[in-house]
């Protein structure tokens, strides 16, 4: 199995930039489809961004697009989520999680389709 660690969230103010990474351990993060998620309090875990295993499928909410960024860096056995024009309406828990095996294009957004999960950063965006 593989463990996933999550870090670099922080509090910054609207229009300021973060860069999350999630390391893996225990297995390479090149053999799973990582995705990023997002939970705010009181509301149910959203799907952020997701990028397959091989690097050139990548999915994002409408609601991020354009503004983040998903990228490996295999050689650091990370995944990165570059997150620029932060607004207070991204402020949240910030998961990744990992799946194994093949991953049809349409599920690579859906929760339920990731095994292994990482124990969250913060992100915090004030106005």
């Known amino acids: 199995q593989v463990q996933l660690v999550e870090s670099g969230g922080g509090l910054v103010q609207a229009g300021d930039s973060l860069r999350l990474s999630c390391a893996a351990s225990?297995?390479?993060?090149?053999?799973?489809?990582i995705g990023w998620f997002r939970q705010a309090p009181g509301k149910e875990r959203e799907f952020v961004a997701a990028?397959?295993?091989?690097?050139?499928?990548?999915l994002y909410a409408d609601s991020v697009k354009g503004r983040f960024t998903i990228s490996r860096d295999n050689a650091k056995n990370t995944v990165d989520l570059q997150m620029n024009s932060l607004e207070p309406e991204d402020t949240a828990v910030y998961y990744c999680?990992?799946?194994?095996?093949?991953?049809?294009?349409?599920?690579?957004?859906?929760?339920?389709?990731?095994?292994?999960w990482g124990q969250g950063t913060q992100v915090t965006v004030s106005s």
């Open positions: 990028i397959s295993r091989s690097g050139s499928n990548t």
């Open positions: 225990g297995s390479a993060v090149s053999a799973y489809l």
């Open positions: 999680a990992a799946k194994d095996g093949w991953t049809p294009a349409l599920a690579m957004g859906v929760p339920r389709m990731y095994r292994y």
